[in-house]
């Protein structure tokens, strides 16, 4: 029976290469014997990341330990069944020999649980986009992925829920607001995506309007709201938007429409 689960995610570890295109760390002794394994995937810098459970245990990076310049710190394990890895491949340049790479990977596997919530927390520490993936070894097409605006000191969540039943699936749901939509309008500013100053007031302008219905506590403008916000992004955006900022764009304003018709 061991050899058969070694076998089954043997194959999956061979899916998951060619799934993510690079080659995750080896230390799955203990989750081996798991139905199904849950990994969460990211780099830093920008941002220290680690998963939080339903419980509030953590697992990833220590969020009371610093941070080097190339995203290494200690790692904390508390989510039972889980391990977490950090790989940092030197340089083999002879002019920068033996230099670490600018980014970490960090990567987070946890044994099934059943069915989960995880929330994924994300604190800035430089102004970037953070990338998040989130997978299912037993469903090779349950894997997701979310690029977020992160900027120093701020910090944002990503919701996972992992539903194990039949064909395993990973739903991913952003924590959004108004600020946050601000804020990444002027990441995109940053990273030269909005061409024109005159279409960056435009998009500010709308979201300062979101903002505004929000203090009003007006449910109902606040959706028409950003809803504008939406339609000027795909009347305009394509002409106006450099990606990945048009996609970040779209996605928070998603997000935050979403979550005010949930319910």
Same mark, same amino acid.
């Given at each position: 029976?061991?050899?058969?689960? &070694?076998?089954?995610?043997?194959?999956? =570890?061979?899916?998951?290469?060619?799934?993510?295109?690079?080659?995750?760390?080896?230390?799955?002794?203990?989750? /081996?014997?798991?139905?199904?394994?849950? %990994?969460? !995937?990211?780099?830093?810098?920008? %941002?220290? &990341? =680690? &998963?939080?459970? #339903?419980? %509030?245990?953590?697992?990833?990076?220590?969020?009371?330990?610093?941070? @080097?310049?190339?995203?290494?710190?200690?790692?904390?394990?508390?989510?039972?069944?889980?391990? /977490?890895?950090?790989?940092?491949?030197?340089? @083999?340049?002879?002019?920068?020999?033996?230099?670490?790479?600018?980014?970490?990977?960090?990567?987070?596997? !946890?044994?099934?649980?059943?069915?989960?919530?995880?929330?994924?927390?994300?604190?800035?520490?430089?102004?970037?986009?953070?990338? *998040?993936? /989130?997978? #299912?070894?037993?469903?090779i097409?349950?894997?997701?992925? #979310?690029?977020?605006?992160?900027?120093?000191?701020?910090?944002?969540? *990503?919701? !996972? +829920?992992?539903?194990?039943?039949? @064909?395993?699936?990973?739903?991913?749901?952003?924590?959004?607001? $108004?600020?946050?939509? /601000?804020?990444s309008?002027?990441?995109?500013?940053?990273?030269?995506?909005?061409?024109e100053?005159?279409?960056?007031?435009?998009?500010?302008?709308?979201?300062?309007?979101? #903002?505004?219905?929000f @203090?009003?506590?007006?449910?109902?403008? &606040? *959706?028409?709201?950003?809803?504008?916000?939406?339609?000027?992004?795909?009347?305009? %955006?394509?002409?106006?938007?450099?990606?990945?900022?048009l996609?970040?764009?779209? +996605?928070? $304003?998603?997000?935050?429409?979403?979550?005010?018709?949930?319910?």
């Open positions: 029976m061991a050899c058969k689960h &070694v076998e089954k995610y043997c194959k999956y =570890y061979f899916y998951a290469i060619l799934l993510f295109g690079f080659v995750f760390p080896c230390r799955l002794y203990s989750l /081996v014997f798991s139905e199904d394994i849950i %990994g969460f !995937v990211a780099h830093s810098p920008p %941002g220290l &990341v =680690y &998963v939080e459970d #339903s419980e %509030g245990r953590i697992s990833g990076m220590d969020p009371t330990s610093p941070v @080097d310049q190339w995203g290494g710190t200690k790692e904390v394990n508390q989510i039972p069944n889980s391990e /977490v890895d950090s790989q940092n491949i030197a340089s @083999d340049d002879e002019k920068e020999y033996g230099k670490p790479m600018d980014k970490t990977g960090w990567f987070i596997h !946890v044994g099934d649980r059943g069915r989960q919530k995880y929330t994924i927390v994300i604190k800035g520490i430089k102004a970037g986009i953070q990338d *998040i993936k /989130v997978y #299912s070894l037993r469903g097409n349950a894997k997701e992925e #979310s690029n977020i605006w992160i900027f120093p000191g701020n910090i944002r969540r *990503i919701r !996972v +829920e992992y539903i194990p039943d039949g @064909d395993p699936q990973i739903i991913l749901n952003r924590e959004a607001s $108004a600020s946050i939509l /601000v804020e309008i002027w990441g995109a500013k940053k990273m030269k995506d909005i061409k100053e005159a279409y960056l007031k435009k998009l500010l302008g709308l979201a300062n309007n979101i #903002s505004m219905d @203090d009003e506590h007006d449910r109902k403008k &606040v *959706i028409n709201s950003i809803s504008k916000f939406i339609s000027e992004l795909m009347a305009s %955006g394509n002409e106006n938007i450099k990606e990945p900022s996609s970040m764009l779209h +996605e928070e $304003a998603d997000a935050l429409l979403k979550e005010l018709t949930k319910n």
